[in-house]
Nanobody, 122 residues
């Protein structure tokens, strides 16, 4: 059974950094685009970043450009989200997802993890 498991979330002060990981198992996600989304309380889930299977193309939400970096290690079936210069408005549950194409729309993604909480204090 295909499974995505996020880790690395936690509590950090504004200006700090966190690195999220998403470990994939149960199938080969090497040909999938991997994405990160987030959902804050009372808000809709929003796109954060995505990376194609080769790592050759990446997409970022305007709100995280220059601060977040997505990467992947296909040999380890793992995708990462390095988050720097964190702001309180980055507080949310962060989800990893897999898509056969390259999209910023959450309904395009076929597989989802359970999420990891990121809290940024001011």
């Amino acid at each position: 059974q295909a499974q995505l498991v996020e880790s690395g979330g936690g509590l950090v002060q504004a200006g700090g950094s966190l690195r999220l990981s998403c470990a994939a198992s149960g199938r080969n996600f090497g040909s999938y685009t991997m994405g990160w989304f987030r959902q804050a309380p009372g808000k809709e889930r929003e796109f954060v970043a995505a990376i194609t299977w080769s790592g050759g193309s990446t997409l970022y939400a305007d709100s995280v450009k220059g601060r977040f970096t997505i990467s992947r290690d296909n040999a380890k079936n793992t995708v990462y989200l390095q988050m720097n210069s964190l702001k309180p408005e980055d507080t949310a549950v962060y989800y990893c997802a897999a898509d056969r194409g390259l999209s910023t729309r959450s309904n395009a993604y076929d597989y989802w993890g359970q999420g990891t909480q990121v809290t940024v204090s001011s």
